[in-house]
């Protein structure tokens, strides 16, 4: 390995230890409480080191956002590989899941905590293009699924269907991520709970039609 390439991977070593350590503020402690000094002394770096990699605490929430919603996509672009529509919505929603519990503080980051402005400009994801966006992938999920003639009595409203397919999954995953011994409450295994609003939901929409739709209010 020449030395050029040893200073990459130093570079790109400490640059993954910026991100990892400060996810791990901003999802515990929140937006205002991640400073650059703190984040130095976490991982025993000086401020100076940080703002190499970085040019302020704005540009370190970005990357982290990006790198998270990047990650994200990539795990779902698994489901183009499956050929049935409903095996492929399952595929999805499975997949959703098991982001979201074995990468609890990345998914606070994309979908628990309350957006800070940083999260919302500069990042390099293209709505719509399921290379970068995972909600693009959901999208052609259902197009896909309508296309084969299922859902019918949703065909107009594939947004819903959509969003209805988020809210359910997130509710049982936010609820996992969540439940302490204190709750005293019989949880039934969230495999089992994953796959069950999984089929809930699917039956549900070949089942039912959508409400009327309503006026938004201006």
């Known amino acids: 390995m020449g030395a050029a390439e040893r200073r990459e991977r130093e570079r790109a070593s400490l640059q993954k230890k910026i991100l990892d350590a ?36 704005d540009a370190l929430v970005r990357a982290i956002c990006q790198a ?73 999920a259902i197009a896909h699924a309508v296309e084969q003639g299922l859902f019918p009595a949703w065909k107009n409203r594939p947004q819903l269907v959509a969003q209805l397919m988020w809210a359910a999954m997130h509710g049982v995953v936010s609820i996992e991520n969540r439940r302490t011994a204190a709750m005293d409450i019989p949880f039934e295994p969230i495999e089992d709970r994953v796959a069950a609003v999984c089929d809930v939901m699917l039956a549900g929409l070949g089942a039912t039609k959508p409400p009327k739709r309503r006026k938004s209010k201006a």
């Open 68 to 140: 998270d919603m990047l990650d994200f996509a990539a795990r779902c672009q698994e489901v183009t590989k499956v050929a049935d529509p409903m095996e492929r919505l399952r595929t999805l929603a499975t997949l959703y899941a098991k982001f979201a519990l074995e990468h609890p503080e990345q998914y606070k980051v994309l979908f628990v905590l309350e957006p800070v402005q940083a999260f919302k400009d500069g990042l390099v994801v293209e709505r719509g293009n399921p290379e970068s966006d995972a909600y693009a992938i959901l999208e052609l």
């Open 22 to 57: 400060g996810r791990e503020i901003l999802v515990r402690e929140g937006y205002e409480s991640l400073t650059m000094r703190k984040l130095a002394e976490k991982i025993e770096y000086t401020p100076g080191a940080l703002y190499a990699h970085f040019a302020d605490k």
